[in-house]
């Protein structure tokens, strides 16, 4: 038979044709899959839309209506990633498991905590309340200058007044009427009135400007999870306060700790939402984070010891009170880069206002010594060449994620950027796009 023949005649169909290129074009276009069958191409793309529609979906309602949500889970994820390089480096000495290296690793931070909660929690709390009450002293401080500072400029603006002939209790020329309806006495109480009146213009520039210096029971507030848009009062979110920030360390603990102990299931249950053939990268860039992650982590610990000693003894050697509890807040803000380095030297500050003199001034030169060698020396030293996050990306992060999720996103910023630079240089230049491999930070090869 020629190829050109047409087919044979099939008696069971009645017509002539073949049935199978009709078939397969059915059984594509069909959603229902037979027992033992796979997918058709068809029905995979159409999975494949569902999934990604309903994680961007579930992400948006995330973002709007949970926003701390995902900054918390990042922060466990975080959390169990530092365990478990906590517990390789003690596997090189002891030579056990993974999971009782784990153990001895958690038994330690646990009983850590609970000895400086025990032995030193009170003596930390008075200190605190006695930094707030100091920092409201040193506010009212502040407030009395600034008062006294604006009365200088009203009587040197009467002086200068008296000084070109006019009379500073004359009337202005459009209250000339109420002037000259009052005389004697009333002309007198009138000018007082001007008088007064005045210095409620004084009061009030004052007040302006004093409504800039926040008040240290909303900073706390507001630091420790009081939003800034409740409608209950400072003193209700610092008591509050703690409450949630108790809430989100005890999240992060437990999931980090559970995290930790089987890192690879977690790892490879998000490693198989994606196709086969980029699994192997992914897991390979997700190891690169966390070793990333725990060479900037460990590169923070060290700068915010040596930051916080140097300060301390710096703040002791000028004389200013409570120079161990301002050193150890210090350390504390100096974990976030830039911002943190800023927020630092406000306390000082104002409480060195109390003293006088050249007092302030020094405190300055001294906080900005002791950052000056944080960021050129101490964390380049530790953390290596080549290994940090640029700090134009740092800046950018931390004032994008600042808006979107307030104070936990400008303290996550920069082990998210990290983590992004990871991401975009292994999984996207280097695979995606086929540029020559680039070793990512925190790398030790």
Same mark, same amino acid.
Not at 17 to 39: H, I, L
Not at 224 to 234: A, E, I, K, L, V
Not at 263 to 274: C, E, K, Q, S, T
Not at 381 to 396: D, K, M, S
């Given at each position: 038979?020629?190829?050109?023949?047409?087919?044979?005649? %099939?008696?069971?169909?009645?017509?002539?044709?073949?049935?199978?290129?009709?078939?397969?074009?059915?059984?594509?276009?069909?959603?229902?899959?037979?027992?033992?069958?796979?997918?058709?191409?068809?029905?995979?793309?159409?999975?494949?839309?569902?999934?990604?529609?309903?994680?961007? /979906?579930?992400?948006?309602?995330?973002?709007?209506?949970?926003? #701390?949500?995902?900054?918390?889970?990042?922060?466990?994820?975080?959390?169990?990633?530092?365990?478990?390089?906590?517990?390789?480096?003690?596997?090189?000495?002891?030579?056990?498991?993974?999971?009782?290296? !784990?153990?001895?690793?958690?038994? !330690?931070?646990?009983?850590?905590?609970?000895?400086?909660?025990?032995?030193?929690?009170?003596?930390?709390?008075?200190?605190?309340?006695?930094?707030?009450?100091?920092?409201?002293?040193?506010?009212?401080?502040?407030? #009395?200058? *600034?008062?006294?500072?604006?009365?200088?400029? %009203?009587?040197?603006?009467?002086? #200068?007044?008296?000084?070109?002939?006019?009379?500073?209790?004359?009337?202005?020329?459009?209250?000339?009427?109420?002037?000259?309806?009052?005389?004697?006495?009333?002309?007198?109480?009138?000018?007082?009135?001007?008088?007064?009146?005045?210095?409620?213009?004084?009061?009030?520039?004052?007040?302006?400007?004093? %409504?800039?210096?926040?008040?240290?029971?909303?900073?706390?507030?507001?630091?420790?999870?009081?939003?800034?848009?409740?409608?209950?009062?400072?003193?209700?979110?610092?008591?509050?306060?703690?409450?949630?920030?108790?809430?989100?360390?005890?999240?992060?603990?437990?999931?980090?700790?559970?995290?930790?102990?089987?890192?690879?299931?977690?790892?490879?249950?998000?490693?198989?939402?994606?196709?086969?053939?980029?699994?192997?990268?992914?897991?390979?860039?997700?190891? %690169?984070?966390?070793?990333?992650?725990?060479?900037?982590?460990?590169?923070?610990?060290?700068?915010?010891?040596?930051?916080?000693?140097?300060?301390?003894?710096?703040?002791?050697?000028?004389?200013?009170?409570?120079?161990?509890?301002?050193?150890? !807040?210090?350390? *504390?803000?100096?974990?976030?880069?830039?911002?943190?380095?800023? *927020?630092?030297?406000?306390?000082?500050?104002?409480?060195?206002?109390?003293?006088?003199?050249?007092?302030?001034?020094? /405190?300055?030169?001294?906080?900005?010594?002791?950052?000056?060698?944080?960021?050129? /020396?101490?964390?380049?030293?530790?953390?290596?060449?080549?290994?940090?996050?640029?700090?134009?990306?740092?800046?950018?992060?931390?004032?994008? *994620?600042?808006?979107?999720?307030?104070?936990?996103?400008?303290?996550?910023?920069?082990?998210?950027?990290?983590?992004?630079?990871?991401?975009?240089?292994?999984?996207?230049?280097?695979?995606?796009?086929?540029?020559?491999?680039?070793?990512?930070?925190?790398?030790?090869?």
């Amino acid at each position: 038979m020629s190829a050109d023949a047409p087919p044979p005649f %099939d008696p069971a169909d009645g017509r002539r044709g073949r049935k199978e290129p009709m078939r397969v074009e059915n059984a594509a276009m069909d959603d229902t899959v037979p027992p033992g069958e796979s997918p058709s191409p068809y029905v995979r793309r159409l999975w494949k839309a569902a999934a990604i529609a309903s994680i961007v /979906v579930a992400a948006f309602l995330v973002l709007c209506y949970a926003p #701390e949500a995902a900054l918390l889970v990042f922060a466990a994820i975080w959390f169990g990633s530092a365990l478990v390089q906590c517990a390789k480096g003690l596997g090189r000495y002891t030579h056990m498991g993974p999971r009782w290296n !784990l153990a001895i690793v958690v038994t !330690l931070l646990v009983a850590a905590m609970l000895a400086i909660t025990l032995t030193a929690g009170w003596r930390i709390g008075g200190r605190v309340n006695e930094l707030t009450a100091s920092l409201s002293d040193a506010r009212s401080t502040i407030e #009395e200058r *600034l008062q006294q500072g604006l009365d200088t400029a %009203d009587a040197a603006q009467e002086s #200068e007044a008296e000084k070109n002939g006019e009379d500073p209790a004359e009337p202005a020329p459009d209250s000339s009427a109420s002037g000259e309806s009052g005389e004697g006495g009333e002309g007198g109480g009138s000018g007082e009135g001007g008088g007064s009146g005045e210095g409620g213009e004084s009061r009030g520039a004052a007040g302006k400007l004093l %409504d800039a210096v926040p008040d240290p029971m909303t900073l706390v507030g507001g630091l420790m999870g009081g939003g800034s848009g409740s409608s209950s009062s400072p003193a209700q979110r610092v008591f509050t306060a703690p409450f949630t920030f108790a809430i989100y360390v005890l999240f992060i603990f437990f999931t980090g700790v559970f995290l930790a102990i089987s890192p690879a299931m977690y790892r490879d249950g998000a490693v198989n939402l994606f196709p086969d053939r980029q699994r192997e990268k992914l897991r390979e860039v997700m190891d %690169d984070s966390a070793v990333a992650l725990w060479a900037w982590t460990k590169a923070r610990l060290v700068a915010m010891a040596i930051t916080g000693t140097l300060t301390g003894l710096a703040l002791w050697a000028l004389g200013i009170p409570l120079a161990l509890t301002l050193a150890f !807040l210090t350390a *504390l803000l100096v974990f976030v880069p830039n911002i943190g380095s800023l *927020l630092a030297a406000v306390p000082p500050m104002l409480i060195a206002v109390q003293q006088g003199g050249m007092t302030p001034l020094w /405190v300055l030169l001294a906080y900005i010594g002791v950052q000056m060698l944080e960021s050129y /020396v101490i964390t380049p030293y530790v953390i290596g060449e080549g290994t940090g996050v640029p700090p134009a990306l740092v800046i950018t992060g931390q004032l994008v *994620l600042g808006i979107l999720f307030g104070a936990l996103g400008v303290l996550f910023a920069t082990p998210i950027i990290l983590v992004s630079m990871i991401f975009v240089t292994r999984y996207w230049i280097n695979s995606a796009l086929g540029h020559e491999e680039v070793d990512p930070p925190g790398r030790d090869d």
